[in-house]
């Protein structure tokens, strides 16, 4: 079966290789000249389970009310006129009741879970090394009330087979020492001792190759304008290098993917959400954390990649604009300096920002959309390098007339998922 990927991303380069490993005759277009040169570049590389929970809650409207007030807020929300942020935002707010939180946790939870077991079978089937670390990730709070929140009251991911133990800040030190430092500041953590840490840019690549070694081929440096359809299938991607036809499309373009879609008539409820990482060198005479993670309470997150050292954070609603200056950064610097004093040289910063693919519920969408041959595998948000394995063989199996092997309730675009808007083909 002939299977054009449109999109090379850590989403659609997974997918490349389970489809070739499944036996399809794979085309990858992707605009950039390599694999992995977008929101897969530079994420901050958290493979991440125990941070499924949905954005939407019933506290995300009073943390964007209160970012609004404060100049060095996590979320910003860049006023201007934007009909895609408009429909996204009254989509999102629906979701932010308990109920729905919930069972939108519960969903992207079930793909993470699932992605966990492929990404070492990936690892040793190929042998690829993208600086992964298994040592568990933090989630760590400097806000009393919080952490007793998450930490003494009911927890979902807990209470659905996710392993978190609560830490103290000596705790913490015995497992890193690198978090000395932090003594002061953080009260506690929630340890999930199965998260770890990789370079998703450095596995999409591998990815690629992988796929390539099994007979996919790669347009790179082709961009997609359109698709063409008739009333039950898609005929064509119009590229700037002219057509390319196949019996099956995969979309797979991230936070673009509705600038694609739509052509055809499926409006997909994804809105890119900026965020922003800087790597910096470290060595052995640095104390670098071999244990990412997250300080949920001013939202900057870290890792460590070979000899590498990357924080990041933000989330920005301003449309499809990746641009970045250093003063971008300062927060997010400023944090983990505090944190972190002697991990890295702290002068010599590689900066960069790109946009999370976000669904106003959380999960991605896979499946069919309108037409019998227009597969989805796209909108991963904040956690798609987590997701990427999982997803890849749902949507594989689905092309397959196979029955997952999870449960795909709420993640396809069937049912009232978006009140039977996007209707499946
Ligand atoms: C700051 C930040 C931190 C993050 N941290 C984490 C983390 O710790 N853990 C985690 O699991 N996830 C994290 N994420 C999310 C994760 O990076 C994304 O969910 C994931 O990279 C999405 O992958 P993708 O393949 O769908 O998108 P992309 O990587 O963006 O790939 C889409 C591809 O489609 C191509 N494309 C788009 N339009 C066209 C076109 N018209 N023609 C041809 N090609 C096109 C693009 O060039 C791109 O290569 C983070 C994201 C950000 C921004």
């Given at each position: 079966m002939k299977t054009i990927i449109m999109g090379g991303g850590v989403v659609g380069m997974t997918m490349a290789y389970f489809l070739a490993k499944d036996g399809h005759e794979v085309t990858v277009i992707e605009r950039n000249e390599a694999a992995g040169r977008e929101t897969s570049f530079q994420n901050a590389g958290l493979i991440a389970t125990a941070h499924s929970s949905a954005w939407a809650s019933p506290r995300s409207p009073g943390i964007l009310i209160r970012s609004l007030f404060d100049k060095n807020a996590a979320l910003v929300v860049k006023p201007r006129i934007d009909f895609q942020m408009m429909g996204w935002g009254l989509k999102f707010l629906r979701e932010c009741t308990a109920e729905r939180f919930r069972v939108n946790t519960l969903r992207k939870l079930r793909i993470c879970k699932y992605s966990e077991q492929f990404m070492p079978e990936v690892a040793a089937e190929t042998g690829i090394e993208f600086h992964h670390l298994t040592k568990g990730l933090f989630y760590c709070f400097r806000d009393q009330a919080h952490f007793d929140e998450v930490s003494k009251g009911p927890n979902l991911l807990a209470e659905n087979g996710v392993e978190i133990q609560v830490l103290t800040p000596d705790e913490m030190i015995a497992l890193d020492p690198a978090f000395a430092p932090y003594k002061g500041t953080v009260v506690g953590a929630l340890y999930c001792p199965t998260d770890g840490s990789g370079d998703a840019r450095i596995f999409t690549e591998k990815m690629a190759e992988h796929a390539q070694a099994k007979g996919a081929k790669m347009e790179y440096n082709t961009a997609i304008k359109a698709l063409r359809a008739n009333a039950s299938e898609i005929e064509a991607v119009i590229t700037d290098k002219g057509e390319f036809t196949a019996d099956n499309y995969v979309l797979s373009c991230g936070a673009y993917s509705p600038l694609i879609s739509k052509t055809v008539g499926v409006p997909l409820p994804i809105y890119p959400v900026k965020g922003y990482t800087a790597d910096f060198p470290c060595d052995e005479g640095h104390d670098t954390p071999e244990i990412g993670g997250v300080d949920e309470d001013v939202l900057v997150a870290w890792g460590k990649f070979g000899d590498r050292f990357r924080v990041g954070g933000k989330a920005v609603f301003a449309g499809y604009d990746t641009g970045y200056k250093p003063s971008d950064f300062t927060a997010i610097l400023n944090t983990a300096k505090a944190i972190f004093?002697?991990?890295?040289?702290?002068?010599k910063p590689s900066y960069w920002a790109c946009v999370r693919p976000m669904t106003p519920d959380g999960p991605p969408i896979f499946g069919t959309a309108k037409y019998r041959n227009f597969w989805l595998n796209t909108g991963h948000g904040h956690i798609g390098w987590t997701m990427a394995c999982g997803s890849a063989r749902i949507v594989a199996d689905m092309m397959l007339d196979r029955k997952p092997a999870i449960d795909i309730e709420g993640l396809t675009l069937a049912g009232n998922r978006y009140a039977g808007a996007y209707p499946a083909a």
């Open positions: 004093p002697n991990s890295c040289d702290w002068t």
